[in-house]
């Protein structure tokens, strides 16, 4: 783990590096130059690259370090609990505290990251600047209870869909060169409205104490933020359109294909309605997206300058 991490920190310089001659960096070189670097959290499939070259975060990291940011991506189980995907994030934030010789890190997490970032958040609080979830279903996904739905415990196609899921999720780990533990339905029990409810209990620090409102803007020391989209058959081009326009369908509520708007709140909601989908909100399939809509990676940038400001 180690060995890769550093392995990630030279790839952040060499993209730095090559990116400080441009013209747009020549007056804006240190636009996201925060005091903590910036730790990236996936969310399920969990790779931070997939075949040696597909970028789960495809041109953000990039796009922060042209400011000045000093960016980690981290991988994790593609599909398992909140709890054992936490811990394989916290071990990797602890290297990347060791490598750094930093205090702090400021973390973001997507989808199920979302629910890793708050993990660590509460098992080494002093070592956290900021927590940012970006289209995270902090109150659940309506997804998962549908296939839990489906697939109840102790049936035969709970153990038809656990096997078919943890297959794939073993295949997806094996691609990204990881070797990880997969466990499909944990993860599904995870999103589940029960499981994000027990989650919340441990881990309550930021959460809406309403239905719909936002959590607390600091906790323990560390600022929240969070965003989310409600988009998602954005551009007849992009083939996840297509699944997240048939997922969303489970939803009650204007939602991301798995997100639900109101459920992506989280501590200061910097914007609950991009015009985004679920991949779209980490720059997939490869940027594309709906015409017109917001450049993920401008919003990144954005928001790396809001923590830099506020002092993070």
């Known amino acids: 783990m180690f060995k890769k991490l550093m392995t990630a920190a030279v790839i952040t310089g060499a993209a730095l590096t090559a990116n400080v001659s441009s013209a747009w960096c020549l007056f804006n070189c240190d636009y996201t130059k925060t005091k903590y670097p910036v730790v990236l959290a996936p969310g399920v499939l969990g790779f931070d690259k997939l075949v040696g070259f597909v970028d789960y975060w495809y041109g953000i990291p990039g796009g922060l370090s042209d400011g000045g940011a000093r960016v980690f991506t981290t991988s994790a189980s593609a599909f398992n609990s909140s ?67 489906v697939a109840a415990p102790g049936t035969f196609s709970e153990t038809v869909v656990q096997t078919v899921g943890t297959a794939v999720s073993q295949f997806i780990t094996f691609l990204a060169g990881n070797s990880y533990q997969e466990d499909f339905m944990a993860s599904m029990d995870s999103f589940t409205k029960t499981g994000s409810a027990a989650f919340i209990a441990k881990h309550p620090n930021g959460v809406p104490t309403t239905a719909c409102g936002e959590g ?7 600022r929240n933020y969070s965003w989310g989209g409600t988009a998602t058959m954005a551009n007849v081009l992009d083939p996840l359109d297509y699944f997240f326009g048939l997922t969303a369908l489970a939803g009650s509520e204007p939602n991301d294909g798995l997100v639900g708007r109101c459920s992506s709140h989280f501590g200061k909601v910097l914007r609950d309605d991009y015009p985004w989908n679920h991949g779209d909100a980490i720059n997939q399939l490869f940027g594309v997206r709906g015409l017109f809509t917001p450049d993920p990676v401008d919003v990144y940038r954005e928001h790396a300058n809001r923590l830099k400001n506020a002092g993070v």
């Open 83 to 149: 709890e054992a995907r936490g811990e394989q994030l916290l071990t990797q934030v602890q290297d990347i505290l060791a490598i750094t010789g930093v205090s702090k890190v400021n973390l973001m997490g997507h989808s199920h990251g979302g629910y890793s970032v708050r993990y660590v958040a509460d098992v080494i609080p002093t070592r956290v600047a900021s927590l940012t979830l970006i289209h995270s279903p902090v109150k659940g996904s309506p997804v998962a209870d549908l296939v839990r739905g």
């Open 216 to 222: 607390a803007y600091t906790a323990n020391g560390i």
